[in-house]
Each structure stands twice: as C-alpha cells, then as structure tokens.
C-alpha cells in the first residue's frame, strides 16, 4: 500500500461512488434474488471483540475474528430493496432510470457487523522513560515492526474495484494478502515496548490495523454480493480513516517531542 498519511479524502468519495456502481448495476438482479431467499449484509454496527483482547503475541492471526454474521439475512436491507422496487411498480414509474436512482440511496448509511479483537494499555509493554530518546527509540521500533505494510503496493479500494471490473479471483486473494499484512504489522507493533506517554498512539496504531484487516477481509468474502459489498465499503471508509487518524497521532506525538 501507499504510505497511510498519502492517502486523502478523494479515496473515500470514490469508495463511495464505487459502491453507488455496484448497487445501480445490481438493482434489478438483487431484488429478485432477494424475493426467492437471498441472504445479504446486516444493519449492524461495526464493534470490537472483547474476549481474548488482552493475549498479544507475534502470531499473524492476531486480531482476526472467525465469526461470519455479514452473511445473516438483514430485514432492513431487504426491506429497501423490495420495497423500493414494489414502489415504483406500484406507482407505475419504474425505468432503468429511476431503478438506478434509487439503488443509489439503497445501504447508504449502514454498516456491516465487522469484528476485530482490540487490546487495551494493561496489554502493552510501556517505559516510564517519556525522553526525546525514548521516543526515537520507540520511532525505529516501529519502523521495523511495520514493515509487513510495504508490501502492500497497490490502495485496497483499487484492487477492489479491479475485481468489480474482471470478477478475478486474484484480486480478492490480494485483498486477503494485504490484510495479512496489516494483522502482522499489527501484531509486531503490539510488542513494542512503548513509552508511556505514547500509549494511546500505540493503541490507535494496532487496534486501527487489525480493525482495517478485518474489513479487507470481509470485503474479499462478500465480493459476490452486490448489497453486502455496497455496505461493506462504509465500513472501508471508516476503518481507513481510523488508520489514517491512528498514522497522524503518531506523527503528532513525534512532532510535539523536543530534544
């Protein structure tokens, strides 16, 4: 991937606009599929998993969760579909036109219930050294424990929208690669031993990783279903912001250091 701090605002608007091009091309497909028993994404809000936070170690599975409730039927997801299509039948209104018109507004504002394992500060090796040294000491750990991140070439939305365009495999099994990524990065950065006046930074950095892990990964599983991919890309835009937010303390917390 990019260095997180690259990134800007233009990903998110086309993320979403990616997501308003599933949708649109979906319609009508996804309302029939939903009339005969299709399951798609839940109404549910993105949330940690408590239990096991606090065990970090260098495994590369750290943070990954096993449970899969995104494939669960959703009556609110179905209700918009189905209702909407019925509405315009029923008005005597529904085109192409106004068919893609309202796929366009369809998963706008939901979420799909993601879940990662966070740690908390009792999980962290801290120093009660808060020096400038400390915190140079504590910079080139994390340019090491990082490293896993540079393997990542290529902005996850990109690889994704590829695999919208071709339907290869291979893009999702890179979109798994590069969460691997971000899991081990996370895992690595867990261990370091972090000043104490740096531990939300730390906490922000890892949590943040294995929360965008996750969220590459359910993408890559739900690729096929146009809804379940529409909603999941809400959850990319906030799981990338909370990385870019979590990269921009770290520099602030390294700006604010004097010698």
């Given at each position: 991937?990019?260095?997180?701090?690259?990134?800007?605002?233009?990903?998110?608007k086309?993320?979403?606009?990616?997501?308003?091009?599933?949708?649109?091309?979906?319609?009508?497909?996804?309302?029939?599929?939903?009339?005969?028993?299709?399951?798609?994404?839940?109404?549910?809000?993105?949330?940690?998993?408590?239990?096991?936070?606090q065990n970090?170690t260098?495994?590369?599975?750290?943070?990954?969760?096993?449970?899969?409730?995104?494939?669960?039927?959703?009556?609110?997801?179905?209700?918009?579909?189905v209702?909407?299509?019925?509405?315009?039948?029923?008005?005597?209104?529904?085109?192409?036109?106004?068919?893609?018109?309202?796929?366009?507004?369809?998963?706008?504002?939901l979420?799909?219930?993601?879940?990662?394992?966070?740690i908390?500060?009792?999980?962290l090796?801290?120093s009660?050294?808060?020096?400038?040294?400390?915190?140079?000491?504590?910079r080139?750990?994390?340019?090491?424990?990082?490293?896993?991140?540079?393997?990542?070439?290529?902005?996850?939305?990109?690889?994704?929208?590829?695999?919208?365009?071709t339907?290869?495999?291979?893009?999702?099994?890179?979109?798994?690669?590069?969460?691997?990524?971000?899991?081990?990065?996370?895992?690595?950065?867990?261990?370091?031993?972090?000043p104490?006046?740096?531990?939300?930074?730390?906490?922000?950095?890892?949590?943040?990783?294995?929360?965008?892990?996750?969220?590459?990964?359910?993408?890559?599983?739900?690729?096929?279903?146009?809804?379940?991919?529409?909603?999941?890309?809400?959850?990319y835009?906030?799981?990338?912001?909370?990385?870019?937010?979590?990269?921009?303390?770290?520099?602030?917390?390294e700006?604010?250091?004097?010698?």
């Open positions: 991937m990019e260095h997180p701090l690259g990134r800007d605002i233009s990903h998110i086309l993320t979403a606009a990616l997501a308003v091009l599933i949708l649109i091309g979906a319609f009508v497909w996804q309302t029939v599929a939903l009339l005969k028993g299709k399951t798609v994404a839940g109404t549910y809000v993105a949330t940690p998993v408590e239990s096991g936070a970090v260098a495994d590369p599975n750290f943070g990954l969760s096993y449970s899969d409730p995104i494939s669960a039927v959703s009556d609110n997801a179905i209700g918009e579909v209702g909407a299509y019925a509405g315009l039948q029923q008005e005597g209104i529904y085109s192409s036109t106004t068919g893609a018109q309202v796929a366009g507004t369809i998963g706008l504002g979420q799909a219930p993601v879940t990662y394992q966070p908390t500060a009792s999980a090796k801290t009660l050294d808060t020096s400038y040294q400390a915190m140079m000491g504590y080139a750990a994390l340019q090491t424990s990082l490293k896993p991140l540079l393997n990542n070439t290529t902005p996850e939305y990109e690889i994704f929208g590829l695999y919208v365009q339907k290869d495999q291979k893009y999702l099994d890179e979109l798994h690669s590069a969460a691997d990524n971000y899991r081990a990065a996370a895992a690595s950065t867990a261990l370091v031993t972090t104490q006046d740096a531990v939300q930074v730390e906490l922000g950095l890892v949590n943040s990783m294995n929360e965008f892990a996750a969220t590459l990964d359910q993408l890559a599983d739900h690729a096929s279903d146009p809804i379940a991919s529409s909603v999941l890309l809400e959850n835009n906030g799981a990338e912001n909370d990385v870019l937010s979590a990269f921009q303390a770290l520099v602030t917390y700006q604010n250091k004097t010698q």
